[in-house]
């Protein structure tokens, strides 16, 4: 199993379970049958692997946003395409151990910027601009100002979901959903659209 994509999917799979310092190199060589001769001829460093194995999995988690977008083209439902993103983000830190974030922010910088990149990219190119939309079709109230729902709310939910460190033991990725971040939406909705159609 030398293939470079297969170690990076690997690699990133047991950086988010035990974290990216626990988890060495020479654990990661003798795991995948390989020799560290085949992995550093791939990664010269442990924090290339670490940045390149991360960029593998968000660029996974991109696609699915993307192709969601692509193929349920609704422009007159923008809600349900940020109730997709929502609950495909609920289910991406559902699989990390917050220790792989807390390490990335300590140990691997430049990794963890990509990270914090893509949070971006996701809230202020395509939340805001999907909540501008319902706001112009009369679905988010004309008074809500979108830039800060998302400041204080939409790109906080990791901070929100480790805030407690069972809580998705304890609660459904539905029910964390539904009050995470569907409630939080209601309160911005017209009460036309409210009554016509109430979020799922």
Known sequence: MGDKKDILAYAIENFTKFGSKRFSMDELAKNLG??????????????????????????????DVDN????????EQPLTTVIFIYRQGLITFQEIN????????KYYPEAYKIYSQLKKDIVWDIVSPLLKRAQALGQVRKNVNVELVCTLFLSRMEETVYSQPNLFDEYSIHELLEHIIINNLRGILTLEYLQKSPLQ
């Open 98 to 105: 917050p220790a792989f974030l807390y390490g990335l922010h």
């Open 34 to 63: 390989i020799s560290k001769k085949t992995l550093y001829k791939h990664f010269s460093s442990k924090e290339i692997l670490v940045k390149e194995s991360l960029r593998f999995y968000l660029d996974n988690i991109r696609a």
């Open 68 to 75: 969601y977008i692509i193929e349920n083209p609704n422009e």
